[in-house]
């Protein structure tokens, strides 16, 4: 099967055929992948950025996190499936034996795996993952806009992070898919939302044909902007961008008592004046990857608002055209891009 893997610790990624995968194990299934989705931490990987270099050895390693498909195969003991299923996959396999999987804080464990980041993923016609990580997909939601699941998912977990309700002011910093879905459910949780982003503009476009009020640094001034449409403080920021300076920045429009969640993935330090940040008791957090709970709730908001969110995925290639989605990715072009694998062949009977 035709897959997308990194085969050495340097820049890049190399498409390649390799063996389908072995016969699941016990607790596994075997999934046919109908979509997965290019993410910001697929591009990270791929140029090898600082943060990655806990892959070097477990390379060759497909990647590939963000997936839907069907069931193929079960392995033993599994019993809530069966074959022909279609679901998608939390990507984070935890160790079920620290002290935070006792307490069912799957997404705290300290010794996860990421399938595609730690295990070979779904940039593949098939892949093999846990039965325990699977959501099953209402009827009524198509395979490629369940794709987008686990992104959606994160921007769950980070709204829910930053405590979101009715009538909150929220500013959120970066139009990427994390960005972009966040302001979305931010939105759907009440209250009034914007999203800034620089240079963004195909992806500003996208969030205005999703309903979001906008504004691109690039043309305006970022206090005046928030001015404009917020009339003053707010009262929670989500960050998206990887920059510590929209940490700062949304620091200084954060009212007091209030939260920012920090959600991008940073390659810099943050410099903080802790002298305004402690007199204005504002509220520091963290949002990472997501929970069992919000990626439920992800599946739902897919079902419900389809028409809407399908329009995220802006781009859809076959995963031979894999270096050419990059190339969209990596240029800001694309909200999503989703890579369709080549269809396994047909089981032996
Ligand atoms: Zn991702
Ligand atoms: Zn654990």
């Not at 608002?305 to 995220?312: D, I, M, T, V």
Request: proline letters at 6%; aromatic letters at 4%.
């Amino acid at each position: 099967m035709l897959t997308l893997q990194k085969t050495a610790p340097q820049e890049g990624a190399e498409l390649l055929h390799r063996e389908a995968p072995a016969e699941p194990g016990a607790g596994e299934v075997l999934i046919d992948v109908a979509a997965a989705g290019l993410c910001g931490s697929d591009l990270h990987a791929i140029a090898w950025g600082p943060g990655y270099a806990f892959m070097s050895d477990l390379l060759p390693l497909t990647l590939g996190h963000e997936f839907s498909g069907t069931i193929r195969k079960l392995g033993p003991q599994v019993t809530d499936y069966v074959v022909g299923e279609r679901v998608v996959c939390w990507p984070t396999v935890a160790c079920g034996a620290c002290d935070a999987c006792a307490e069912a804080r799957l997404q705290d464990c300290q010794a996860r795996r990421i399938i595609g980041l730690h295990r070979d993923g779904a940039f593949a016609s098939q892949v093999l993952v846990p039965a325990a990580n699977l959501f099953r997909l209402p009827a009524e939601l198509s395979l490629e806009t369940a794709a987008m699941a686990e992104p959606l998912a994160v921007a769950v977990h980070a709204v829910n992070t930053a405590e979101i309700s009715d009538g909150d002011k929220t500013l959120v910093l970066g139009p990427g898919p994390i960005g972009l879905f966040a302001a979305w459910v931010a939105r759907q949780r009440g209250g009034q939302v914007a999203l800034f982003g620089f240079q963004d503009s195909a992806r500003l476009v996208c969030a205005r044909e999703l309903g979001l009020q906008v504004a691109d640094l690039a043309e305006q001034n970022f206090d005046e902007a928030v001015q404009s449409l917020f009339g003053g403080t707010v009262d929670r920021v989500i960050e998206a961008t990887g920059r510590p300076q929209s940490v700062t920045d949304g620091l200084k429009v954060l009212r007091s008592s209030g939260i920012l969640v920090a959600a991008g993935i940073h390659a810099e330090p943050l410099s903080l004046n802790l002298t305004d940040f402690v007199r204005m008791k504002q509220q520091l957090r963290a949002a990472h990857d997501t929970t069992p709970a919000a990626f439920q709730e992800a599946v739902g908001l897919l079902a419900q608002h389809e028409a809407a969110l399908s329009q995220a995925a802006t781009h859809r290639l076959p995963l031979r055209e894999a270096p050419a989605a990059i190339t969209l990715a990596k240029q800001r072009e694309a909200v999503k891009v989703l890579l369709l694998p080549e269809p396994a062949m047909a089981p032996a009977r």
